[in-house]
């Protein structure tokens, strides 16, 4: 079953605007892994934030954790046509070392 | 340093048949994970290899088996194939078995015809 939770489930913006996307889910975590996914290829690794952490910045991308309200965002900065992709986040919920993934967000950068 | 690699990256079967994924860990990291994707879904978490032993597994049937070799890869194995299993097979690699970062490859495209 799906643990996490994505919103919007589509988003689409112009070149240079700021895009946010939100998680939530249901149980405590160890982690929360946020994920790129361009056209049904792999999984590219963007950023992981503990459950002691609060936010965490990675170039353009900067995430935030809400433990208490169990949810997450993700926010990329002057977005460009390449960020066009499917963005998923993923929990670890301390029960062993398997992700839990959201159905995703698919974002549209359009130029 | 290569990431990690899965082959082949298409592959179609016929139903009833059997189909072997093969994925190579990043350099030093010793847990392979496999993960399921239907179109439009997230990943589902099928099997965790911890240092050649399973951590654990997900909800699916008998037919799916994997193993983990000395080396750290990893094969992911689906005994009479199903329409349903048409999917994207991810496989991540990860350096401890928890609470760790989870790298993935490019992924096997199966469809079963």
């Known amino acids: 079953s799906q643990q996490g939770e994505e919103d919007p489930q589509a988003l689409s913006i112009q070149e240079g605007e700021n895009a946010t996307m939100n998680c939530s889910y249901k149980t405590s975590i160890n982690n929360l892994q946020w994920y790129r996914q361009n056209s049904g290829r792999g999984l590219v690794h963007l950023i992981l934030?503990?459950?002691?952490?609060r936010e965490k910045h990675s170039g353009r991308l900067r995430v935030t954790l809400d433990t208490s309200k169990k949810s997450s965002s993700l926010l990329i900065t002057a977005s460009r046509a390449a960020d066009t992709a499917s963005y998923f986040c993923a929990t670890d919920d301390n029960q062993g070392g398997k992700l839990i993934f959201g159905q995703g967000t698919e974002l549209s950068v359009k130029p | 340093d290569a990431g990690v690699t899965q082959s082949p990256t298409h592959l179609i079967k016929t139903r009833g048949q059997q189909v072997t994924l093969r994925c190579s860990p990043i350099?030093?990291?010793?847990?392979v994970s496999w993960y399921q994707q239907v179109l439009g879904q997230g990943p589902q978490f099928i099997f965790q290899?911890?240092?050649?032993?399973?951590?654990g597994r997900g909800n699916f049937p008998d037919r799916f088996s994997a193993r983990q070799f000395p080396n750290y890869s990893s094969e992911l194995n689906v005994n009479a194939l199903l329409l349903g299993d048409s999917a994207l097979y991810l496989c991540?690699?990860?350096?401890?078995?928890?609470?760790?970062?989870?790298?993935f490859g490019q992924g096997t495209r199966l469809t079963v015809v």
């Open positions: 290899y911890y240092e050649k032993e399973e951590r």
């Open positions: 350099s030093g990291h010793k847990s």
């Open positions: 991540a690699s990860s350096h401890y078995d928890v609470d760790t970062e989870a790298f």
């Open positions: 934030i503990r459950s002691n952490e």
